[in-house]
């Protein structure tokens, strides 16, 4: 054993951050039809999103060239972006187009089967509407989906009608408004026949996930008439309605304390199909993320479980739930044309892959990997869950990854980086990830936290967070730094605590305290009331529930933001940052830097250029992965395989006064008198993602998962 090894530090690794970075390929929303499977795919060496489609024959062809890019920016997370469509050539022969959103100019373009050429459906508005979660319109000559208008520093949103024939493009007025009025809304969703349009809505300052309402309403040529609550309320979240006829609806609800799965008629009371104190569906940060699917036979697949969901077959004419069974531990994003189901699936060992179940055998076939080449399996750790009671009695789930290296080991306990993820109502699942293994590979233990507020345990572990956020997200992250030292696995003297936007701030503020070493904040909160200023209009109101309405909490706010509590910081700290980030501003990580350098902390900020919520880039990813491990190796001892990073004790050069952003932000409710610096604190406007961003997980390039806060 070398005497590195010994020390849990410098391990030899084959995983190179490079690596990690141009490995992996990210895979999102799947459609199928007849066969054929379409769906969104991540290209981080190019910056961009691409459309994929598989052929019923196992062709996989790749639609779009660069520099077409997929992707909607509404709500700044977006979801789903793309939609297989029917088109007739000139025999009359239908052959699927494909609608999606160009990132760029945000408008909806359809590109018709065997063109390179995409044609525009809206009009060229400068990106002021957005468009995302498009579904076929039952006269299969329209798709509707939710319109985001951001003009005159306010948004709008409404449901649409867009016409296929490209009328839009040229004519406003031809894309049709449906519905509005609401401050939010996600999935339309047309009868089979057009008769009714059912939608879910809901309201500031509640969150999707807190309380929205199903919505039906009589569809005509006048638009949507006769509309009323189906389902759901203020204290009720209901999500992804889907026909099973042109009468009955299913729909997820967590009314009984878990998204459970419910049936209902056009009017009637909504029955429960298979009440279980578990998830039957994801939370609803992203437009268009579906958990189940109807099929003709009247079964339904359903993806159920707590942080990792899997697939089961509910049959409503014998009640009866049957699992299929797969070494895959982690799904989502189902789509079906009522006989073929294909989702994304992972597990620890297993990278992101597009699959496709027969629901008939329960066979499950990879239809596409997104890594080619992984590391050697001996290198990538086995993670352990873990349940442990917190501070305050409440149960904290967590899993746990220990150093894993063939060619080296260690005696005694070891480094770890406990990381929390963002969101904070967002949660970490056991999905391969690469950077895990980076860090693990190299004789440093990872623990991630589903600390109180994360989704899969429930509405009550959600709420745990209500006006804790700061609190309860740093007591539960500290009990499993302290577990691992209790049992012998964990260096107290080097722990690390990370992680991306809201994860980035619980770390800030668990360094008040005394058990962590270091921390990592990628583009992480560190200013409460400058968030509430600037944020985008979705979160905006975020904070009423996780930490207090505004201005009655000002001095909670204060109180709770790491930039007024650098005087209790005394550890090394590393700040990432993308200067095009909407969400978490980047000043908001200039003034944590500022504080800290006033106090003669060390610290660095790494700031990237052309980068937002999320790191996507090739570029950005290997130096705040390559930033991150020379970190550790400075503060716990050891020489990493990378170069050096500097820290410092002053503060940065001041930055310039950010523009408004513009897009309809709370400044009414978040009025507080104050001005926007307040000296010695350094407290400036600012703004909050589940791992690494509109998902990035763990700052890689992930489409499937959105971040928040």
């Given at each position: 054993?070398?005497?590195?090894?010994?020390?849990?530090?410098?391990?030899?690794?084959?995983?190179?951050?490079?690596?990690?970075?141009?490995?992996?390929?990210?895979?999102?929303?799947?459609?199928?039809?007849?066969?054929?499977?379409?769906?969104?795919?991540?290209?981080?060496?190019?910056?961009?999103?691409?459309?994929?489609?598989?052929?019923?024959?196992?062709?996989?062809?790749?639609?779009?060239?660069?520099?077409?890019?997929?992707?909607?920016?509404?709500?700044?997370?977006?979801?789903?972006?793309?939609?297989?469509?029917?088109?007739?050539?000139?025999?009359?022969?239908?052959?699927?187009?494909?609608?999606?959103?160009?990132?760029?100019?945000?408008?909806?373009?359809?590109?018709?089967?065997?063109?390179?050429?995409?044609?525009?459906?809206?009009?060229?508005?400068?990106?002021?509407?957005?468009?995302?979660?498009?579904?076929?319109?039952?006269?299969?000559?329209?798709?509707?989906?939710?319109?985001?208008?951001?003009?005159?520093?306010?948004?709008?949103?409404?449901?649409?009608?867009?016409?296929l024939s490209g009328r839009g493009a040229q004519d406003p007025a031809a894309v049709r408004e449906l519905v509005s009025g609401a401050d939010f809304?996600?999935?339309?969703?047309?009868?089979?026949?057009?008769?009714?349009?059912?939608?879910?809505?809901?309201?500031?300052?509640?969150?999707?996930?807190?309380?929205?309402?199903?919505?039906?309403?009589?569809?005509?040529?006048?638009?949507?008439?006769?509309?009323?609550?189906?389902?759901?309320?203020?204290?009720?979240?209901?999500?992804?309605?889907?026909?099973?006829?042109?009468?009955?609806?299913?729909?997820?609800?967590?009314?009984?304390?878990?998204?459970?799965?419910?049936?209902?008629?056009?009017?009637?009371?909504?029955?429960?199909?298979?009440?279980?104190?578990?998830?039957?569906?994801?939370?609803?940060?992203?437009?268009?993320?579906?958990?189940?699917?109807?099929?003709?036979?009247?079964?339904?697949?359903?993806?159920?479980?707590?942080?990792?969901?899997?697939?089961?077959?509910?049959?409503?004419?014998?009640?009866?739930?049957?699992?299929?069974?797969?070494?895959?531990?982690?799904?989502?994003?189902?789509?079906?044309?009522?006989?073929?189901?294909?989702?994304?699936?992972?597990?620890?060992?297993?990278?992101?892959?597009?699959?496709?179940?027969?629901?008939?055998?329960?066979?499950?076939?990879?239809?596409?990997?997104?890594?080619?080449?992984?590391?050697?399996?001996?290198?990538?750790?086995?993670?352990?869950?873990?349940?442990?009671?917190?501070?305050?009695?409440?149960?904290?789930?967590?899993?746990?990854?220990?150093?894993?290296?063939?060619?080296?080991?260690?005696?005694?306990?070891?480094?770890?980086?406990?990381?929390?993820?963002?969101?904070?109502?967002?949660?970490?699942?056991?999905?391969?990830?690469?950077?895990?293994?980076?860090?693990?590979?190299?004789?440093?233990?990872?623990?991630?936290?589903?600390?109180?507020?994360?989704?899969?345990?429930?509405?009550?572990?959600?709420?745990?967070?209500?006006?804790?956020?700061?609190?309860?997200?740093?007591?539960?992250?500290?009990?499993?730094?302290?577990?691992?030292?209790?049992?012998?696995?964990?260096?107290?003297?080097r722990l690390a605590i990370r992680g991306p936007s809201a994860g980035g701030y619980t770390a800030l503020m668990a360094l008040t305290g005394d058990?962590?070493?270091?921390?990592?904040?990628?583009?992480?909160?560190?200013?409460?009331?400058?968030?509430?200023?600037?944020?985008?209009?979705?979160?905006?109101?975020?904070?009423?529930?996780?930490?207090?309405?505004?201005?009655?909490?000002?001095?909670?706010?204060?109180?709770?933001?790491?930039?007024?509590?650098?005087?209790?910081?005394?550890?090394?700290?590393?700040?990432?940052?993308?200067?095009?980030?909407?969400?978490?501003?980047?000043?908001?990580?200039?003034?944590?830097?500022?504080?800290?350098?006033?106090?003669?902390?060390?610290?660095?900020?790494?700031?990237?250029?052309?980068?937002?919520?999320?790191?996507?880039?090739?570029?950005?990813?290997?130096?705040?992965?390559?930033?991150?491990?020379?970190?550790?190796?400075?503060?716990?001892?050891?020489?990493?395989?990378?170069?050096?990073?500097?820290?410092?004790?002053?503060?940065?050069?001041?930055?310039?006064?950010?523009?408004?952003?513009?897009?309809?932000?709370?400044?009414?409710?978040?009025?507080?008198?104050?001005?926007?610096?307040?000296?010695?604190?350094?407290?400036?406007?600012?703004?909050?993602?589940?791992?690494?961003?509109?998902?990035?997980?763990?700052?890689?390039?992930?489409?499937?998962?959105?971040?928040?806060?």
């Amino acid at each position: 054993m070398s005497e590195m090894s010994s020390t849990h530090g410098s391990w030899p690794s084959p995983i190179s951050a490079g690596d990690v970075a141009r490995g992996v390929r990210r895979m999102a929303f799947p459609s199928v039809v007849d066969g054929e499977v379409w769906w969104e795919e991540s290209r981080p060496e190019e910056g961009r999103t691409t459309l994929m489609r598989r052929g019923s024959d196992g062709t996989v062809t790749e639609l779009l060239p660069s520099p077409w890019s997929v992707g909607t920016r509404v709500h700044e997370y977006g979801g789903r972006a793309h939609l297989p469509v029917p088109r007739r050539d000139d025999k009359a022969i239908i052959r699927r187009g494909v609608v999606f959103c160009q990132s760029s100019d945000q408008r909806l373009y359809l590109l018709a089967r065997g063109s390179r050429d995409p044609v525009p459906l809206t009009p060229d508005d400068g990106a002021a509407s957005r468009y995302a979660d498009p579904v076929l319109g039952a006269d299969g000559r329209s798709v509707l989906c939710v319109r985001e208008r951001h003009e005159e520093g306010s948004v709008r949103r409404s449901i649409v009608s867009v016409p296929l024939s490209g009328r839009g493009a040229q004519d406003p007025a031809a894309v049709r408004e449906l519905v509005s009025g609401a401050d939010f809304y996600a999935s339309p969703t047309p009868s089979p026949d057009g008769t009714h349009l059912a939608y879910v809505r809901w309201n500031h300052p509640r969150m999707p996930w807190d309380g929205s309402e199903l919505r039906v309403g009589t569809l005509g040529e006048s638009g949507l008439t006769g509309e009323y609550t189906l389902k759901g309320g203020v204290d009720e979240s209901v999500v992804s309605p889907t026909w099973a006829d042109d009468a009955t609806l299913y729909v997820a609800s967590d009314w009984p304390g878990f998204w459970n799965l419910y049936q209902a008629g056009v009017t009637g009371q909504a029955i429960a199909l298979y009440p279980a104190e578990e998830e039957f569906h994801t939370s609803p940060g992203r437009l268009g993320d579906r958990s189940f699917c109807v099929l003709d036979s009247g079964r339904v697949v359903a993806l159920h479980g707590h942080a990792d969901m899997a697939p089961s077959v509910y049959d409503p004419d014998t009640l009866d739930l049957t699992p299929v069974e797969t070494g895959l531990t982690t799904w989502s994003m189902l789509d079906t044309d009522g006989h073929t189901v294909v989702g994304v699936a992972s597990s620890p060992t297993e990278p992101q892959c597009l699959v496709r179940l027969d629901p008939e055998s329960g066979r499950v076939e990879v239809l596409r990997r997104s890594a080619e080449s992984l590391p050697d399996v001996a290198y990538l750790p086995v993670p352990r869950q873990m349940t442990l009671p917190g501070r305050y009695g409440a149960p904290v789930h967590a899993n746990v990854y220990p150093p894993t290296n063939p060619d080296a080991g260690a005696d005694g306990p070891a480094p770890y980086a406990v990381w929390a993820h963002g969101g904070p109502v967002s949660v970490s699942t056991l999905e391969f990830d690469p950077v895990k293994a980076y860090f693990t590979s190299r004789g440093i233990g990872v623990a991630v936290v589903n600390y109180g507020g994360s989704t899969g345990y429930g509405r009550s572990y959600r709420k745990r967070l209500h006006k804790e956020w700061g609190v309860v997200d740093v007591e539960d992250c500290s009990a499993v730094a302290r577990a691992l030292v209790e049992r012998g696995e964990a260096d107290p003297a080097r722990l690390a605590i990370r992680g991306p936007s809201a994860g980035g701030y619980t770390a800030l503020m668990a360094l008040t305290g005394d058990t962590f070493a270091c921390g990592v904040s990628l583009f992480g909160v560190t200013d409460l009331l400058g968030f509430s200023r600037s944020t985008h209009d979705f979160e905006s109101r975020f904070l009423d529930s996780l930490v207090g309405t505004l201005p009655g909490f000002v001095e909670r706010y204060r109180e709770r933001s790491p930039v007024n509590r650098a005087g209790d910081i005394d550890v090394p700290v590393l700040l990432l940052q993308g200067l095009e980030d909407r969400v978490v501003t980047p000043d908001q990580a200039t003034a944590m830097a500022t504080a800290l350098g006033r106090r003669g902390v060390p610290h660095a900020l790494l700031e990237f250029e052309g980068e937002a919520h999320g790191f996507t880039g090739q570029d950005a990813r290997i130096r705040s992965l390559e930033a991150e491990l020379a970190f550790y190796g400075r503060v716990f001892g050891f020489e990493a395989d990378v170069a050096p990073l500097e820290l410092v004790t002053t503060p940065p050069r001041p930055r310039p006064e950010p523009e408004a952003a513009g897009d309809g932000t709370a400044d009414e409710h978040a009025e507080t008198g104050e001005p926007e610096e307040t000296g010695e604190t350094g407290e400036v406007p600012g703004t909050v993602d589940e791992d690494g961003g509109a998902e990035e997980a763990s700052g890689t390039a992930d489409a499937a998962t959105p971040d928040r806060t």
